[in-house]
Protein backbone atom coordinates (compact mmCIF):
# COMPACT_ATOMS: atom_id res chain seq x y z
CA UNK A 1 0.00 0.00 0.00
CA UNK A 2 1.94 3.31 -1.42
CA UNK A 3 2.45 5.46 1.91
CA UNK A 4 3.53 9.38 1.26
CA UNK A 5 4.16 12.30 3.32
CA UNK A 6 2.38 14.60 0.58
CA UNK A 7 -0.54 13.28 -1.86
CA UNK A 8 -0.96 15.18 -4.55
CA UNK A 9 -4.09 14.49 -6.29
CA UNK A 10 -3.85 16.10 -9.98
CA UNK A 11 -0.73 16.64 -12.26
CA UNK A 12 -1.78 19.94 -13.97
CA UNK A 13 0.05 23.08 -13.51
CA UNK A 14 -1.20 22.96 -9.98
CA UNK A 15 -0.70 19.76 -9.05
CA UNK A 16 2.90 20.11 -10.37
CA UNK A 17 3.73 23.45 -8.68
CA UNK A 18 2.60 21.66 -5.30
CA UNK A 19 4.90 18.52 -5.69
CA UNK A 20 8.09 20.34 -6.62
CA UNK A 21 7.69 22.65 -3.66
CA UNK A 22 6.65 19.57 -1.12
CA UNK A 23 9.44 17.88 -2.63
CA UNK A 24 12.20 21.22 -2.37
CA UNK A 25 10.65 21.15 1.59
CA UNK A 26 11.89 17.56 1.98
CA UNK A 27 8.70 15.81 1.97
CA UNK A 28 8.32 12.22 0.01
CA UNK A 29 5.76 13.20 -2.30
CA UNK A 30 3.11 11.32 -4.31
CA UNK A 31 1.41 13.16 -7.43
CA UNK A 32 -1.51 10.79 -9.48
CA UNK A 33 -3.48 11.61 -12.57
CA UNK A 34 -6.15 10.06 -14.22
CA UNK A 35 -4.36 11.35 -17.54
CA UNK A 36 -0.45 11.15 -18.80
CA UNK A 37 0.62 14.63 -16.71
CA UNK A 38 1.36 16.56 -20.06
CA UNK A 39 -1.91 15.83 -21.07
CA UNK A 40 -3.66 17.54 -18.11
CA UNK A 41 -5.93 20.23 -19.02
CA UNK A 42 -3.32 22.65 -18.25
CA UNK A 43 -1.38 21.95 -21.23
CA UNK A 44 -4.20 23.31 -23.22
CA UNK A 45 -3.46 27.44 -21.55
CA UNK A 46 -3.13 29.49 -24.61
CA UNK A 47 -2.54 33.45 -24.02
CA UNK A 48 -0.75 33.76 -20.78
CA UNK A 49 0.36 34.27 -17.38
CA UNK A 50 -0.07 37.91 -15.82
CA UNK A 51 2.62 39.48 -13.20
CA UNK A 52 3.62 43.51 -12.77
CA UNK A 53 7.18 43.02 -13.20
CA UNK A 54 7.94 46.12 -15.59
CA UNK A 55 9.23 48.73 -13.31
CA UNK A 56 6.65 51.01 -14.38
CA UNK A 57 4.00 48.62 -12.94
CA UNK A 58 3.10 47.54 -9.94
CA UNK A 59 1.74 44.27 -7.64
CA UNK A 60 -1.02 47.07 -6.15
CA UNK A 61 -2.73 47.55 -9.64
CA UNK A 62 -2.31 43.89 -10.54
CA UNK A 63 -4.51 43.60 -7.52
CA UNK A 64 -6.92 46.21 -7.69
CA UNK A 65 -7.59 45.18 -11.19
CA UNK A 66 -8.19 41.87 -10.14
CA UNK A 67 -10.39 42.96 -6.73
CA UNK A 68 -12.09 44.88 -9.52
CA UNK A 69 -12.18 42.11 -11.80
CA UNK A 70 -14.21 40.15 -9.65
CA UNK A 71 -16.83 43.19 -8.92
CA UNK A 72 -15.52 42.87 -5.19
CA UNK A 73 -16.41 39.59 -4.35
CA UNK A 74 -12.57 38.14 -4.50
CA UNK A 75 -10.89 38.34 -1.00
CA UNK A 76 -8.35 41.31 -1.14
CA UNK A 77 -5.73 39.35 1.43
CA UNK A 78 -5.69 36.40 -1.01
CA UNK A 79 -5.23 38.58 -3.80
CA UNK A 80 -2.61 40.68 -2.50
CA UNK A 81 -0.70 37.80 -1.80
CA UNK A 82 -0.86 36.20 -5.43
CA UNK A 83 -0.11 40.08 -7.14
CA UNK A 84 2.79 40.73 -4.71
CA UNK A 85 4.12 37.13 -5.14
CA UNK A 86 3.55 37.25 -9.21
CA UNK A 87 6.56 38.68 -10.58
CA UNK A 88 9.05 36.06 -8.47
CA UNK A 89 7.28 32.80 -10.17
CA UNK A 90 7.75 34.14 -13.71
CA UNK A 91 11.30 34.78 -12.76
CA UNK A 92 11.72 31.11 -11.13
CA UNK A 93 9.61 30.06 -14.03
CA UNK A 94 12.12 32.11 -16.62
CA UNK A 95 14.96 30.73 -14.70
CA UNK A 96 13.84 26.85 -14.79
CA UNK A 97 13.59 27.43 -18.63
CA UNK A 98 10.16 28.71 -19.93
CA UNK A 99 10.94 29.91 -22.98
CA UNK A 100 8.73 33.16 -22.50
CA UNK A 101 8.30 35.51 -25.22
CA UNK A 102 11.00 38.09 -25.71
CA UNK A 103 10.79 41.66 -27.31
CA UNK A 104 12.73 43.68 -29.29
CA UNK A 105 15.24 44.58 -27.04
CA UNK A 106 15.68 41.58 -25.62
CA UNK A 107 13.13 41.74 -22.67
CA UNK A 108 10.62 39.51 -21.75
CA UNK A 109 7.62 40.90 -23.35
CA UNK A 110 3.97 41.32 -22.50
CA UNK A 111 0.67 41.66 -24.58
CA UNK A 112 -2.62 43.12 -23.22
CA UNK A 113 -5.40 40.94 -21.90
CA UNK A 114 -8.75 41.92 -20.76
CA UNK A 115 -9.52 43.82 -17.58
CA UNK A 116 -5.89 45.12 -16.94
CA UNK A 117 -4.46 48.52 -16.82
CA UNK A 118 -1.37 47.83 -18.17
CA UNK A 119 -0.05 45.07 -20.67
CA UNK A 120 1.27 42.66 -18.32
CA UNK A 121 0.96 38.86 -19.49
CA UNK A 122 3.48 37.29 -20.40
CA UNK A 123 3.17 34.33 -23.12
CA UNK A 124 5.18 31.89 -25.28
CA UNK A 125 2.74 32.51 -28.37
CA UNK A 126 -0.28 30.88 -27.93
CA UNK A 127 1.21 27.94 -26.18
CA UNK A 128 2.19 29.46 -22.53
CA UNK A 129 0.17 26.55 -20.92
CA UNK A 130 2.17 23.50 -22.79
CA UNK A 131 5.41 25.47 -22.24
CA UNK A 132 5.33 25.77 -18.31
CA UNK A 133 3.93 22.66 -18.23
CA UNK A 134 6.53 20.84 -20.03
CA UNK A 135 9.42 22.50 -18.15
CA UNK A 136 7.32 21.53 -15.00
CA UNK A 137 7.47 17.90 -15.79
CA UNK A 138 11.18 18.03 -16.60
CA UNK A 139 11.41 19.16 -12.85
CA UNK A 140 8.96 16.50 -11.70
CA UNK A 141 11.15 13.78 -13.58
CA UNK A 142 14.55 15.39 -11.90
CA UNK A 143 12.99 14.99 -8.48
CA UNK A 144 12.59 11.43 -9.13
CA UNK A 145 14.16 10.54 -5.71
CA UNK A 146 11.44 12.05 -3.88
CA UNK A 147 8.55 12.07 -6.26
CA UNK A 148 6.96 9.55 -7.15
CA UNK A 149 4.31 9.20 -10.22
CA UNK A 150 0.72 7.35 -10.61
CA UNK A 151 0.28 8.13 -14.09
CA UNK A 152 -2.95 7.33 -15.24
CA UNK A 153 -4.52 6.51 -11.96
CA UNK A 154 -8.16 7.41 -11.09
CA UNK A 155 -9.06 8.91 -7.27
CA UNK A 156 -12.66 7.56 -6.53
CA UNK A 157 -12.61 9.10 -2.94
CA UNK A 158 -10.82 10.49 -0.31
CA UNK A 159 -10.25 9.06 2.74
CA UNK A 160 -11.07 10.54 7.12
CA UNK A 161 -9.12 8.85 9.99
CA UNK A 162 -11.93 8.41 13.41
CA UNK A 163 -10.93 12.56 13.69
CA UNK A 164 -12.44 13.51 10.24
CA UNK A 165 -8.91 14.44 9.05
CA UNK A 166 -8.03 13.30 5.44
CA UNK A 167 -5.74 10.50 5.64
CA UNK A 168 -5.03 10.08 1.84
CA UNK A 169 -7.75 8.35 -1.20
CA UNK A 170 -8.83 5.29 -2.97
CA UNK A 171 -7.15 5.30 -6.71
CA UNK A 172 -8.09 3.09 -9.65
CA UNK A 173 -4.68 2.15 -11.91
CA UNK A 174 -6.40 2.42 -15.25
CA UNK A 175 -4.20 0.18 -16.82
CA UNK A 176 -5.26 -2.79 -14.88
CA UNK A 177 -8.34 -1.82 -13.26
CA UNK A 178 -6.59 -2.59 -9.83
CA UNK A 179 -8.01 -0.76 -6.77
CA UNK A 180 -5.25 1.06 -4.08
CA UNK A 181 -5.27 2.51 -0.95
CA UNK A 182 -2.84 5.73 -0.84
CA UNK A 183 -2.02 6.75 2.82
CA UNK A 184 -0.92 10.23 3.23
CA UNK A 185 -0.02 12.64 5.84
CA UNK A 186 -1.30 15.55 3.78
CA UNK A 187 -3.46 15.59 0.85
CA UNK A 188 -3.61 18.38 -2.03
CA UNK A 189 -6.13 17.68 -4.34
CA UNK A 190 -5.13 19.73 -7.78
CA UNK A 191 -7.80 17.88 -9.90
CA UNK A 192 -8.78 21.10 -12.14
CA UNK A 193 -12.12 22.35 -13.04
CA UNK A 194 -15.68 21.25 -14.03
CA UNK A 195 -16.44 22.45 -17.83
CA UNK A 196 -17.78 19.51 -18.98
CA UNK A 197 -20.77 19.53 -16.64
CA UNK A 198 -21.67 22.16 -19.42
CA UNK A 199 -21.97 21.66 -23.11
CA UNK A 200 -20.02 22.99 -24.55
CA UNK A 201 -17.18 24.13 -23.22
CA UNK A 202 -13.72 25.10 -23.73
CA UNK A 203 -12.33 22.54 -21.18
CA UNK A 204 -11.13 18.79 -22.15
CA UNK A 205 -13.15 15.65 -21.07
CA UNK A 206 -11.31 15.38 -18.36
CA UNK A 207 -12.65 18.70 -16.67
CA UNK A 208 -15.51 16.64 -14.74
CA UNK A 209 -15.05 18.14 -11.24
CA UNK A 210 -13.62 14.66 -9.67
CA UNK A 211 -12.03 16.67 -6.80
CA UNK A 212 -14.75 19.64 -5.92
CA UNK A 213 -17.48 16.78 -5.82
CA UNK A 214 -14.95 14.47 -3.58
CA UNK A 215 -14.14 17.38 -1.06
CA UNK A 216 -18.20 18.04 -1.20
CA UNK A 217 -19.04 14.48 0.28
CA UNK A 218 -16.10 14.39 2.97
CA UNK A 219 -18.08 17.71 4.45
CA UNK A 220 -15.29 20.49 2.90
CA UNK A 221 -17.36 23.75 2.08
CA UNK A 222 -17.16 24.87 -1.63
CA UNK A 223 -17.65 28.49 -2.33
CA UNK A 224 -18.51 31.23 -5.33
CA UNK A 225 -20.43 28.10 -6.98
CA UNK A 226 -22.40 30.28 -9.03
CA UNK A 227 -19.60 32.39 -10.71
CA UNK A 228 -19.42 30.33 -14.12
CA UNK A 229 -17.17 32.43 -16.50
CA UNK A 230 -18.57 32.25 -20.08
CA UNK A 231 -15.12 33.09 -22.23
CA UNK A 232 -16.34 36.04 -25.36
CA UNK A 233 -14.71 33.88 -28.02
CA UNK A 234 -15.35 30.51 -28.44
CA UNK A 235 -16.47 28.56 -31.62
CA UNK A 236 -20.37 27.96 -31.37
CA UNK A 237 -20.03 24.38 -33.22
CA UNK A 238 -17.55 23.10 -30.68
CA UNK A 239 -16.99 25.29 -27.90
CA UNK A 240 -12.99 25.70 -29.17
CA UNK A 241 -11.45 28.64 -27.43
CA UNK A 242 -9.94 31.68 -29.53
CA UNK A 243 -7.59 33.09 -26.65
CA UNK A 244 -8.32 36.25 -25.35
CA UNK A 245 -4.69 36.83 -26.50
CA UNK A 246 -6.53 37.84 -30.21
CA UNK A 247 -7.96 40.97 -28.65
CA UNK A 248 -4.64 41.46 -27.15
CA UNK A 249 -2.94 41.52 -29.97
CA UNK A 250 -5.71 44.36 -31.33
CA UNK A 251 -8.82 42.13 -33.26
CA UNK A 252 -12.00 44.00 -32.87
CA UNK A 253 -15.25 42.29 -32.55
CA UNK A 254 -18.26 43.85 -34.91
CA UNK A 255 -22.29 42.52 -34.85
CA UNK A 256 -23.91 41.51 -38.37
CA UNK A 257 -24.34 45.41 -38.53
CA UNK A 258 -20.93 45.90 -39.20
CA UNK A 259 -20.61 47.86 -35.82
CA UNK A 260 -17.83 47.32 -33.24
CA UNK A 261 -20.07 47.26 -30.88
CA UNK A 262 -17.72 47.50 -27.54
CA UNK A 263 -18.01 50.72 -28.35
CA UNK A 264 -21.57 51.25 -26.25
CA UNK A 265 -20.44 48.60 -23.45
CA UNK A 266 -17.22 49.49 -22.54
CA UNK A 267 -15.95 52.59 -24.06
CA UNK A 268 -12.62 52.65 -22.89
CA UNK A 269 -11.45 49.34 -22.75
CA UNK A 270 -13.97 48.19 -25.81
CA UNK A 271 -13.29 44.57 -26.22
CA UNK A 272 -10.62 44.32 -23.60
CA UNK A 273 -12.89 45.14 -20.95
CA UNK A 274 -13.40 42.37 -18.04
CA UNK A 275 -14.58 39.18 -19.98
CA UNK A 276 -18.12 39.60 -18.14
CA UNK A 277 -18.70 42.67 -19.83
CA UNK A 278 -17.68 41.37 -22.80
CA UNK A 279 -19.67 38.16 -22.91
CA UNK A 280 -22.24 39.90 -21.91
CA UNK A 281 -22.21 42.62 -24.40
CA UNK A 282 -22.13 39.93 -27.39
CA UNK A 283 -25.10 38.18 -25.58
CA UNK A 284 -27.36 41.20 -25.85
CA UNK A 285 -26.36 41.74 -29.70
CA UNK A 286 -27.14 38.49 -30.58
CA UNK A 287 -30.27 38.23 -28.14
CA UNK A 288 -31.40 41.51 -29.65
CA UNK A 289 -31.26 40.47 -33.18
CA UNK A 290 -27.88 41.87 -34.41
CA UNK A 291 -25.82 38.85 -34.21
CA UNK A 292 -25.87 36.51 -37.26
CA UNK A 293 -27.86 34.18 -37.96
CA UNK A 294 -25.63 31.57 -36.34
CA UNK A 295 -26.30 32.80 -33.29
CA UNK A 296 -22.76 34.57 -33.48
CA UNK A 297 -20.60 37.78 -33.62
CA UNK A 298 -17.72 38.09 -35.35
CA UNK A 299 -14.09 38.54 -34.28
CA UNK A 300 -11.89 40.70 -36.64
CA UNK A 301 -8.38 39.42 -36.27
CA UNK A 302 -6.98 40.47 -39.87
CA UNK A 303 -6.60 44.02 -37.94
CA UNK A 304 -3.54 42.47 -36.56
CA UNK A 305 -0.75 42.41 -38.81
CA UNK A 306 -0.54 39.18 -40.83
CA UNK A 307 2.87 38.41 -39.61
CA UNK A 308 2.22 38.93 -36.03
CA UNK A 309 -0.63 37.00 -36.01
CA UNK A 310 1.27 33.95 -37.66
CA UNK A 311 4.10 34.29 -35.25
CA UNK A 312 1.91 34.78 -31.76
CA UNK A 313 -1.24 33.27 -32.55
CA UNK A 314 -0.21 30.45 -34.62
CA UNK A 315 -2.29 27.82 -32.96
CA UNK A 316 -6.03 29.74 -33.40
CA UNK A 317 -4.63 30.18 -36.96
CA UNK A 318 -4.74 26.30 -37.02
CA UNK A 319 -7.84 25.84 -34.98
CA UNK A 320 -9.48 28.61 -37.57
CA UNK A 321 -8.70 26.26 -40.55
CA UNK A 322 -9.30 23.12 -38.75
CA UNK A 323 -12.54 23.21 -37.29
CA UNK A 324 -14.20 26.62 -38.60
CA UNK A 325 -12.78 26.22 -42.34
CA UNK A 326 -11.73 30.22 -41.82
CA UNK A 327 -8.30 31.54 -42.54
CA UNK A 328 -8.19 33.75 -39.55
CA UNK A 329 -5.44 36.21 -40.88
CA UNK A 330 -7.61 37.26 -43.92
CA UNK A 331 -11.27 37.02 -42.95
CA UNK A 332 -13.05 37.21 -39.81
CA UNK A 333 -14.30 34.41 -37.72
CA UNK A 334 -17.77 33.92 -36.14
CA UNK A 335 -17.92 33.47 -32.50
CA UNK A 336 -20.05 33.37 -29.34
CA UNK A 337 -19.41 33.31 -25.52
CA UNK A 338 -19.10 29.93 -24.20
CA UNK A 339 -18.66 28.41 -20.99
CA UNK A 340 -14.68 28.39 -20.13
CA UNK A 341 -13.86 28.46 -16.14
CA UNK A 342 -15.41 27.95 -13.03
CA UNK A 343 -14.29 30.78 -10.40
CA UNK A 344 -15.47 28.68 -7.53
CA UNK A 345 -14.63 25.44 -5.48
CA UNK A 346 -13.23 24.00 -2.56
CA UNK A 347 -12.92 26.90 0.44
CA UNK A 348 -9.55 26.57 1.16
CA UNK A 349 -7.39 30.02 3.02
CA UNK A 350 -4.26 31.31 1.19
CA UNK A 351 -2.07 28.31 1.92
CA UNK A 352 -4.42 26.12 0.51
CA UNK A 353 -6.02 24.80 4.12
CA UNK A 354 -9.46 23.70 3.65
CA UNK A 355 -11.51 23.24 6.91
CA UNK A 356 -11.05 19.38 6.64
CA UNK A 357 -7.84 18.95 8.52
CA UNK A 358 -4.90 17.42 6.13
CA UNK A 359 -6.64 18.18 2.95
CA UNK A 360 -5.80 21.13 1.14
CA UNK A 361 -6.91 22.25 -2.54
CA UNK A 362 -4.86 24.22 -5.42
CA UNK A 363 -5.78 25.66 -8.65
CA UNK A 364 -9.19 25.67 -10.55
CA UNK A 365 -10.70 22.69 -8.14
CA UNK A 366 -10.30 25.42 -5.16
CA UNK A 367 -11.60 28.74 -4.35
CA UNK A 368 -9.29 31.30 -2.63
CA UNK A 369 -11.13 33.66 -3.36
CA UNK A 370 -8.90 35.34 -5.91
CA UNK A 371 -11.10 35.35 -8.26
CA UNK A 372 -14.33 36.31 -6.87
CA UNK A 373 -17.16 37.01 -9.49
CA UNK A 374 -15.05 36.79 -12.89
CA UNK A 375 -11.51 35.75 -13.20
CA UNK A 376 -9.10 38.43 -15.19
CA UNK A 377 -7.93 36.38 -18.30
CA UNK A 378 -4.22 34.84 -17.50
CA UNK A 379 -5.02 34.96 -13.74
CA UNK A 380 -5.59 31.37 -13.78
CA UNK A 381 -2.12 30.29 -14.25
CA UNK A 382 -0.83 32.65 -11.95
CA UNK A 383 -3.50 31.20 -9.18
CA UNK A 384 -2.48 27.63 -10.07
CA UNK A 385 1.56 28.33 -9.50
CA UNK A 386 1.18 30.84 -6.57
CA UNK A 387 -1.04 28.76 -4.14
CA UNK A 388 -0.17 25.54 -5.73
CA UNK A 389 3.40 26.35 -4.37
CA UNK A 390 2.13 27.59 -1.22
CA UNK A 391 -0.15 24.23 -0.37
CA UNK A 392 2.89 22.26 -1.30
CA UNK A 393 5.26 24.07 1.53
CA UNK A 394 2.11 24.11 4.05
CA UNK A 395 1.48 20.24 3.42
CA UNK A 396 5.01 19.35 3.66
CA UNK A 397 5.42 21.37 7.05
CA UNK A 398 2.20 19.73 7.89
CA UNK A 399 3.51 16.63 7.22
CA UNK A 400 6.54 16.83 9.71
CA UNK A 401 4.54 16.64 12.70
CA UNK A 402 2.23 13.73 11.72
CA UNK A 403 2.45 10.06 11.76
CA UNK A 404 1.91 8.23 8.75
CA UNK A 405 -1.68 7.12 9.28
CA UNK A 406 -3.09 3.47 8.28
CA UNK A 407 -6.43 3.21 6.47
CA UNK A 408 -8.63 -0.12 7.31
CA UNK A 409 -8.58 -2.85 4.90
CA UNK A 410 -12.34 -2.76 4.85
CA UNK A 411 -12.22 0.82 2.86
CA UNK A 412 -10.54 -0.98 -0.24
CA UNK A 413 -13.39 -3.76 0.02
CA UNK A 414 -15.88 -0.87 0.07
CA UNK A 415 -13.97 1.02 -2.52
CA UNK A 416 -14.47 -2.27 -4.87
CA UNK A 417 -18.15 -2.95 -4.06
CA UNK A 418 -19.09 0.08 -5.81
CA UNK A 419 -17.19 -0.50 -8.83
CA UNK A 420 -18.78 -3.69 -8.87
CA UNK A 421 -22.51 -2.48 -8.61
CA UNK A 422 -21.57 0.02 -11.25
CA UNK A 423 -20.14 -3.51 -13.71
CA UNK A 424 -23.46 -4.96 -12.89
CA UNK A 425 -25.94 -2.84 -13.84
CA UNK A 426 -28.09 -3.76 -15.81
CA UNK A 427 -27.71 -2.92 -19.55
CA UNK A 428 -30.54 -1.70 -21.69
CA UNK A 429 -31.36 1.64 -19.51
CA UNK A 430 -30.76 5.51 -20.12
CA UNK A 431 -26.55 5.77 -21.49
CA UNK A 432 -23.85 7.75 -19.13
CA UNK A 433 -23.52 10.17 -22.16
CA UNK A 434 -27.50 10.62 -22.68
CA UNK A 435 -27.27 12.19 -19.10
CA UNK A 436 -24.03 13.70 -19.61
CA UNK A 437 -25.48 15.50 -22.82
CA UNK A 438 -29.13 16.87 -21.06
CA UNK A 439 -26.71 17.82 -18.02
CA UNK A 440 -24.71 20.01 -20.58
CA UNK A 441 -27.19 21.15 -22.56
CA UNK A 442 -29.30 22.25 -19.44
CA UNK A 443 -26.24 24.14 -18.03
CA UNK A 444 -26.08 25.96 -21.13
CA UNK A 445 -29.68 27.26 -21.65
CA UNK A 446 -30.33 27.99 -18.09
CA UNK A 447 -27.04 28.86 -15.95
CA UNK A 448 -25.25 30.67 -18.84
CA UNK A 449 -24.53 34.35 -19.78
CA UNK A 450 -27.91 35.54 -18.30
CA UNK A 451 -30.29 33.62 -15.50
CA UNK A 452 -33.58 33.84 -14.07
CA UNK A 453 -35.48 31.88 -11.13
CA UNK A 454 -38.00 30.63 -13.42
CA UNK A 455 -34.64 28.84 -15.32
CA UNK A 456 -32.76 27.83 -12.59
CA UNK A 457 -35.94 26.29 -10.96
CA UNK A 458 -36.27 24.26 -14.34
CA UNK A 459 -32.35 23.44 -14.05
CA UNK A 460 -32.85 22.48 -10.69
CA UNK A 461 -35.72 20.18 -11.41
CA UNK A 462 -33.72 18.48 -14.35
CA UNK A 463 -30.61 18.31 -12.25
CA UNK A 464 -32.31 16.47 -9.42
CA UNK A 465 -33.94 13.98 -11.99
CA UNK A 466 -30.64 12.99 -13.66
CA UNK A 467 -29.38 12.68 -10.08
CA UNK A 468 -31.95 10.06 -9.68
CA UNK A 469 -31.35 8.47 -13.20
CA UNK A 470 -27.42 8.11 -12.45
CA UNK A 471 -26.70 5.46 -10.65
CA UNK A 472 -28.65 3.18 -13.12
CA UNK A 473 -26.94 4.67 -15.81
CA UNK A 474 -26.00 1.51 -18.37
CA UNK A 475 -22.61 0.76 -19.29
CA UNK A 476 -21.46 -1.78 -21.87
CA UNK A 477 -17.38 -2.45 -21.10
CA UNK A 478 -17.52 -4.91 -18.08
CA UNK A 479 -13.64 -4.98 -18.37
CA UNK A 480 -10.04 -4.09 -16.30
CA UNK A 481 -8.11 -3.00 -18.83
CA UNK A 482 -8.64 0.93 -20.00
CA UNK A 483 -12.25 0.98 -19.09
CA UNK A 484 -13.25 4.39 -19.60
CA UNK A 485 -17.09 3.23 -19.47
CA UNK A 486 -16.57 2.59 -15.57
CA UNK A 487 -14.92 6.53 -15.01
CA UNK A 488 -17.33 7.89 -17.05
CA UNK A 489 -20.00 6.57 -14.96
CA UNK A 490 -18.46 7.81 -11.73
CA UNK A 491 -17.48 11.35 -13.15
CA UNK A 492 -21.02 11.66 -14.18
CA UNK A 493 -22.12 11.63 -10.33
CA UNK A 494 -19.13 14.51 -9.48
CA UNK A 495 -20.51 16.54 -12.72
CA UNK A 496 -23.71 16.21 -11.02
CA UNK A 497 -22.87 17.54 -7.58
CA UNK A 498 -21.15 20.01 -9.02
CA UNK A 499 -24.03 21.00 -10.96
CA UNK A 500 -26.19 21.15 -8.20
CA UNK A 501 -24.09 23.37 -6.02
CA UNK A 502 -24.39 25.67 -8.72
CA UNK A 503 -27.33 26.27 -9.56
CA UNK A 504 -28.47 26.20 -5.98
CA UNK A 505 -25.68 28.82 -5.67
CA UNK A 506 -26.73 30.88 -8.44
CA UNK A 507 -30.67 30.22 -7.16
CA UNK A 508 -29.85 32.09 -3.61
CA UNK A 509 -27.79 35.04 -5.39
CA UNK A 510 -30.60 37.31 -5.66
CA UNK A 511 -28.38 40.05 -7.58
CA UNK A 512 -26.52 40.72 -10.14
CA UNK A 513 -22.31 40.76 -9.83
CA UNK A 514 -19.41 39.31 -12.08
CA UNK A 515 -20.42 36.41 -13.82
CA UNK A 516 -24.20 35.79 -12.23
CA UNK A 517 -26.39 38.06 -14.21
CA UNK A 518 -29.88 37.75 -13.45
CA UNK A 519 -32.38 39.33 -15.79
CA UNK A 520 -34.99 39.22 -12.55
CA UNK A 521 -32.40 41.11 -10.24
CA UNK A 522 -30.13 43.33 -12.69
CA UNK A 523 -28.27 45.56 -10.18
CA UNK A 524 -25.47 44.85 -7.93
CA UNK A 525 -26.42 44.66 -4.42
CA UNK A 526 -23.97 45.37 -1.51
CA UNK A 527 -26.28 46.18 1.14
CA UNK A 528 -27.52 42.43 0.93
CA UNK A 529 -25.17 40.06 -1.27
CA UNK A 530 -21.82 41.52 -0.70
CA UNK A 531 -20.77 38.08 0.58
CA UNK A 532 -19.54 34.33 -0.71
CA UNK A 533 -22.22 31.42 -0.60
CA UNK A 534 -20.94 28.68 0.56
CA UNK A 535 -22.40 24.95 0.03
CA UNK A 536 -21.89 22.19 1.90
CA UNK A 537 -23.27 18.91 2.32
CA UNK A 538 -25.91 18.55 4.82
CA UNK A 539 -27.15 14.82 4.98
CA UNK A 540 -27.86 13.42 2.15
CA UNK A 541 -28.69 16.89 -0.03
CA UNK A 542 -26.30 20.79 -0.10
CA UNK A 543 -26.87 23.07 2.36
CA UNK A 544 -26.33 26.73 1.80
CA UNK A 545 -24.42 29.27 3.66
CA UNK A 546 -22.34 32.45 3.66
CA UNK A 547 -18.73 33.92 4.24
CA UNK A 548 -17.53 36.83 4.50
CA UNK A 549 -15.91 39.22 1.90
CA UNK A 550 -11.93 39.87 3.15
CA UNK A 551 -11.46 43.59 2.01
CA UNK A 552 -7.81 45.07 2.86
CA UNK A 553 -8.13 48.45 1.16
CA UNK A 554 -10.30 48.66 -1.62
CA UNK A 555 -13.90 49.80 -1.21
CA UNK A 556 -16.50 48.99 -3.36
CA UNK A 557 -17.12 50.88 -6.43
CA UNK A 558 -19.11 51.34 -9.65
CA UNK A 559 -17.63 49.19 -11.91
CA UNK A 560 -17.34 50.18 -15.73
CA UNK A 561 -14.81 49.80 -18.04
C1 LIG B 1 -8.58 26.48 -23.79
C2 LIG B 1 -8.15 27.14 -22.51
C3 LIG B 1 -7.18 28.12 -22.51
C4 LIG B 1 -6.79 28.74 -21.32
N1 LIG B 1 -5.83 29.70 -21.36
C5 LIG B 1 -5.44 30.29 -20.20
C6 LIG B 1 -4.43 31.29 -20.21
O1 LIG B 1 -3.88 31.64 -21.26
N2 LIG B 1 -4.08 31.86 -19.03
C7 LIG B 1 -4.66 31.50 -17.85
O2 LIG B 1 -4.30 32.05 -16.81
N3 LIG B 1 -5.61 30.53 -17.82
C8 LIG B 1 -6.00 29.91 -18.96
N4 LIG B 1 -6.96 28.94 -18.92
C9 LIG B 1 -7.40 28.40 -17.62
C10 LIG B 1 -6.31 27.47 -17.08
O3 LIG B 1 -5.73 26.77 -18.14
C11 LIG B 1 -6.83 26.45 -16.07
O4 LIG B 1 -7.67 27.07 -15.14
C12 LIG B 1 -5.66 25.80 -15.33
O5 LIG B 1 -4.73 25.30 -16.26
C13 LIG B 1 -6.13 24.69 -14.41
O6 LIG B 1 -4.99 24.05 -13.90
P1 LIG B 1 -5.09 23.00 -12.73
O7 LIG B 1 -3.71 22.58 -12.41
O8 LIG B 1 -5.93 23.52 -11.65
O9 LIG B 1 -5.90 21.77 -13.36
P2 LIG B 1 -5.68 20.89 -14.67
O10 LIG B 1 -4.59 21.36 -15.53
O11 LIG B 1 -7.04 20.74 -15.26
O12 LIG B 1 -5.21 19.53 -14.07
C14 LIG B 1 -6.08 18.67 -13.37
C15 LIG B 1 -5.32 17.41 -13.04
O13 LIG B 1 -6.14 16.60 -12.18
C16 LIG B 1 -6.15 15.28 -12.65
N5 LIG B 1 -7.40 14.66 -12.18
C17 LIG B 1 -8.65 15.15 -12.24
N6 LIG B 1 -9.52 14.29 -11.69
C18 LIG B 1 -8.79 13.24 -11.25
C19 LIG B 1 -9.10 12.01 -10.60
N7 LIG B 1 -10.36 11.66 -10.28
N8 LIG B 1 -8.10 11.16 -10.32
C20 LIG B 1 -6.82 11.47 -10.64
N9 LIG B 1 -6.46 12.60 -11.27
C21 LIG B 1 -7.44 13.47 -11.56
C22 LIG B 1 -6.03 15.40 -14.15
O14 LIG B 1 -5.55 14.21 -14.71
C23 LIG B 1 -5.01 16.54 -14.24
O15 LIG B 1 -3.71 16.02 -14.08
C24 LIG B 1 -7.38 28.35 -20.10
C25 LIG B 1 -8.37 27.37 -20.09
C26 LIG B 1 -8.77 26.78 -21.28
C27 LIG B 1 -9.88 25.79 -21.25
Not at 100 to 111: E, K
Not at 174 to 190: H, N, P, Q, Y
Not at 213 to 226: N, V
Not at 338 to 357: C, L, N, R, S
Request: proline share 4%.
Amino acid sequence: MPAHDVLIIGAGLAGQRAALAAADAGASVAILSKVHPVRSHSVAAAGGINAALNPEDSWESHAFDTVKGSDYLGDQDAIEIMCREAPDEILWLEHAGVTFHRNGTGHLGTRAFGGASQARTYYVADITGQAILHVLYERLMMHGERISRYEEWFTTQLLQDESGACVGCVARDIRTGALEVFDAKSVILASGGAGQAFKPTTNALICTGDGIAQAYRIGAPLMDMEMIQYHPTTLAENGFLITEGARGEGAHLYNALGERFMEKYAPNKLELASRDVVSRAEQTEINEGRGFPDGTIALDITKVPRKRTLEALREIVNIGKDFAGVDITREPIHIRPGMHYIMGGVKTDADGQTPIPGLYAAGEVACVSVHGGNRLGANSLLDTLIFGRRSGDHAAARARGTAMPKSPASVLNDAQGEIDSILNRPTGGRRVSEIKNELGETMNRYVAVYRDAEGLATAHEIVRRLKDEAPNAAIDDKGTIFNQDVLAAVELGYMLDVAEATVMAAQERRESRGAQFRTDFPERNDADWLHHITVSKNGDGPALGTAPVTMTRWEPQERTY
